[in-house]
């Protein structure tokens, strides 16, 4: 290796400055393009930060290269630099499109004038584009075919190249830009403004994303940089930064404060067992309570843009105190339960908290910090979580819809209680309807297929509570709580055994029998074992099948009264 003397740059360029003024090319030797959802998730998040105006600018990390010809070589920051291309190719499209409906010259104007800017800094349609990407072998280029393709609308496989991983990541990459971009541009209403949303996704991203270039004219010294800046131990946890930040906060404080301060956090940190993970987790969910959801990478950025100061270090400090014992009690990954109990004094209320653990729910955290932290009453608490309950079992359980929906949806409820736009339980239940229900036809004809290996949640105790509820329908466990009934205590068996019944309703919600333990299906048969249990129901299903049998048919009439209960209960 030679000494370090020949000549080195390192200079900040935003995106299009890159693009603009440099070719490059990845070598041979370098990985293929590998980015995918979470990679282009966390790009996203960072471009609508600054489209929102959360920041100005993004730093988008380091590339080092080697510029031994005209075109450099890419030693590190390819993935980045491939993203780049692709969702600029993303916007180019997007404006082809808006471009063929009816508009007038200044639109079009504009529309052209955008495209025009990526087709300068880009140029693929030059023999040395601005960014090669490397060939499969020497006789086939069909990432780069396809890489140069999307420009030209050419964005499906084909029989060349739907089995090249780094191809259908380059696809998988511009689909999911192109979703996202169309669903921000949905969000307004005329094509101008659609127009403008777009540009401004351009001109955040090529004039506000910024990169350090490292540049060498010796190979050597290129991968020396690239070891050096990829040779750090594991990443420090979010919550460890944000420490960081707040301390410097308080740096002109007198010793006592800065004491107090230091005591309380590392109190808070040892609940979570020192786990900064967890920390972190929690942090995030008190952040979205409070001013927005953003992901575990983006929280030191947006805390560190929002606490400024001493009081509101302090502040911060005494929300995240007040509400850590309540948290530590009802979240699924620690160990709280009735040793916690002491914080939660309405059994009405604990019972609904604890059940929510049980089923694994967790994404209204941030609608329980925010009425913590406004000091609400248990009564109104209670009936806010019921509703939260409700939303899941109809929304998740029966319907089976995803969960991004319901963090987003709750994130912006917490801010809204937080704000105080919405107070009494009566609002902030109207606004969960609203945005997160599901209506009674969709849930009841969700519920006459559902399945145990369907439902979504913690599956075993999923099933128990959809027929708990279902059982008191039936006049079982009248006027108690799930938590009152000790449901180890209870089975759960199948009616109809798996020789006789039809694979698609073997596992249907009323092909289970709830049944006490002590008596064993299995052994006795189901009719037997139904007519000794000492629930109303199972006696009443025991009777039917010693007088019908029990077949698919019956399955399918059963599932059918369950939906029609389902939309009473929930």
Known sequence: MSEITEKIESKIK??????????????FYQRDYAWKKDEIDDLWNDLMDVFEGYQDS?????????????????????????TSVILMATIHKICGELLSNALNEDPKFRLNYVRKQIKDALKWEEEEPALRLQKVSSNNDAIHEYFVGIFNGYTELNENNKNIEPVKNIKSAFDGFYSRINGVLNDYNTINDRITALEKCFTSFADNFFVSVISTKNADDAFVIFETLNS???????AEIIKTHLMSQIAKEPDKVKTEFSDKWNEISEKFGKNSEKLTKFIRIYWAASHRLVSSKQLYRSISMEIKSSNDTKSFLNDIDRVVDYYIAVDNSNKGGTKYKEYINDPDLFNILILLRKLQVTLH?????????????????????????????????????????????????????????????TEINEEINSSL???????????????????????????????????????????????QVDMNKFALYHIGNEDDTNDAYFNYVSNYMLIEGSISPLKDGASVALLKSSLRTNQKLGEFISDNGWNDEFIRERQNDFAKEAVQIW
């Not at 450099?72 to 630099?81: A, E, K, P, S």
């Not at 369907?454 to 105790?461: E, V």
């Open 437 to 483: 229900n599901r209506n009674d036809v969709e849930v009841e004809s969700s519920f006459t297929a559902l399945s145990k290996e369907s439902a979504n949640g913690a599956k075993s105790w999923t099933l128990k509570y959809l027929l708990f509820k279902l059982y008191q329908q039936s006049g079982d466990f009248i006027d108690m709580r799930f938590d």
């Open 232 to 238: 750090r131990g594991k990443d420090l946890e979010p």
């Open 365 to 425: 955290y941030p609608v329980l910090f925010s009425m913590l932290l406004n000091k609400m009453s248990d009564e109104d608490m209670k009936k806010v979580l019921f509703k939260v309950l409700c939303i899941f079992i109809r929304r998740r359980t029966i319907c089976m819809y995803g969960t991004n929906t319901l963090e987003t949806g709750y994130a912006s409820i917490a801010e809204d209680i937080w704000n105080q736009k919405i107070v009494t339980p």
């Open 58 to 82: 993004h730093f988008f990390g380091q590339i080092v290269t080697y510029n031994g010809e005209d075109v450099q070589d890419l030693i590190d920051g390819q993935q980045r630099l491939t």
């Open 14 to 27: 935003t995106i299009n400055e890159l693009f603009k003024n440099n070719k490059f090319k990845v070598p």
